[in-house]
């Protein structure tokens, strides 16, 4: 992330600017003026000096069109053309600078192998240059012969190193396109896997509420329909419960649904491990007989641990009432396990008839508690207990 502009008197340095860059269409237009550049003098040798010149000119210049597109093969052209120049003409052409960027376009677009090609016939023309037009003038030591192939040899291997510098640049820019698109295709799917937890808490969520409910609701209706047959005033507290149970799942249901459509939503207190007596007594109302057994005083855990413990009971207690039978007993006990590392355990147990039917371990319930101890680093065990019934015992590191 860029930081603030520096600021230097009246001058500011923007850190976040970024270098100028041709698009394919700004590399075409710079290719054509630098050809056009070239050529300005052809004309000239055309009209008033020499044809053969002229010529020359133009095959080594014209190429460079395609440079970038096939840079061997314009490479190649203008090299012939300069080996021709050096047995037709015995003095340098303006157009000769041809070849040291036909030198940098094989080093930027083409490979290494190419470019050192490329680096050896210029230093070999380099000498045969030096030999060709020195030749006029006899006076000429072999130092000054030297000297001018050094020179020219030079303009060669810096053309080439430019090139070589600008293809690891670029190869260098694309790997860090290449990697930005990957992180950026990995934090979508990072954002994909985060949305499908979060559905999962949620139907978590939204199960705990509605089966413990409707478990509470059917109950007390089944009960209270039996009793009116006998005595229709034992139905109305059984009414009142199914009630109080209603208004309570439809509220915790308003609140899930309206964090899920705010952006900023105001969430009620979540259950802590002080409201396990209420879900006990709820269930009592219901009609299933429980004992409550929990230390006193109740452990200091996180929020995360305490929901995750009341979930589990008030889980555990729907399945009780829905599949232990009607005569059923339970009881929930809550201790803190020392040792090499502090656990809340957790153990509803209860006596009826859930044990006939094998655990598979394919519940929705049990499945949801499963997964809310393991985020937890947790372990939880259900299945038939040793001398009846069914019991679900949950342990939560601290």
Excluded at 74 to 84: E, K, M, R, T
Excluded at 136 to 156: D, S
């Amino acid at each position: 992330m860029a930081g603030p502009p520096a600021v230097y008197g009246d001058r500011v340095a923007r850190h976040d600017r970024q270098p100028l860059r041709l698009g394919p269409r700004g590399e075409r237009w710079f290719d054509v003026a630098l050809t056009a550049f070239l050529l300005l003098p052809v004309p000239i040798f055309l009209v008033w000096g020499s044809r053969t010149e002229g010529a020359l000119m133009t095959v080594q210049v014209v190429p460079l069109l395609w440079r970038r597109r096939h840079p061997v093969t314009v490479f190649g052209v203008i090299a012939v053309a300069c080996g021709v120049q050096a047995a037709l003409v015995d003095a340098p052409l303006w157009s000769q600078s041809a070849f040291a960027i036909a030198t940098y376009s094989i080093a930027r677009f083409a490979t290494t192998a190419w470019t050192l090609v490329a680096v050896g016939v210029g230093l070999v023309g380099a000498g045969i240059a030096s030999y060709d037009w020195l030749r006029p003038y006899p006076a000429t030591t072999g130092t000054a012969h030297v000297a001018y192939a050094l020179t020219t040899g030079a303009v060669v291997i810096a053309a080439a190193a430019l090139g070589a510098l600008g293809r690891t640049r670029q190869a260098y820019v694309d790997t860090l396109v290449e990697r930005g698109h990957r992180l950026e295709r990995e934090a979508a799917q990072q954002a994909a896997l985060a949305a499908i937890d979060e559905r999962h808490r949620i139907a978590r969520e939204m199960h705990d509420v509605v089966a413990h409910g409707l478990t509470t609701i059917v109950v007390q209706a089944d009960g209270a329909r039996a009793a009116a047959i006998h005595d229709p005033s034992v139905a109305e507290p059984a009414f009142a419960t199914i009630s109080a149970t209603g208004r309570e799942a439809i509220a915790e249901m308003r609140r899930m649904l309206g964090v899920l459509r705010a952006e900023r939503g105001e969430t009620a207190p979540q259950p802590r491990l002080a409201d396990l007596p209420d879900l006990v007594t709820e269930a009592r109302a219901a009609g299933t007989p429980i004992e409550l057994d929990l230390p006193d005083p109740l452990p200091a855990v996180s929020d995360g641990v305490a929901l995750t413990a009341y979930r589990v009971v008030q889980e555990a207690l729907s399945n009780v009432r829905k599949h232990a039978g009607p005569d059923a007993a339970a009881t929930v006990r809550m201790r803190l396990e020392e040792g090499g590392e502090h656990r809340l355990v957790l153990e509803i147990a209860d006596d009826g008839r859930g044990a006939a039917a094998p655990y598979d371990g394919r519940g929705l319930g049990l499945t949801g508690m499963r997964e809310r101890v393991t985020a937890h680093d947790g372990t939880l065990e259900a299945g038939p207990g040793p001398g009846g019934g069914f019991v679900v015992c949950a342990r939560i590191p601290l």
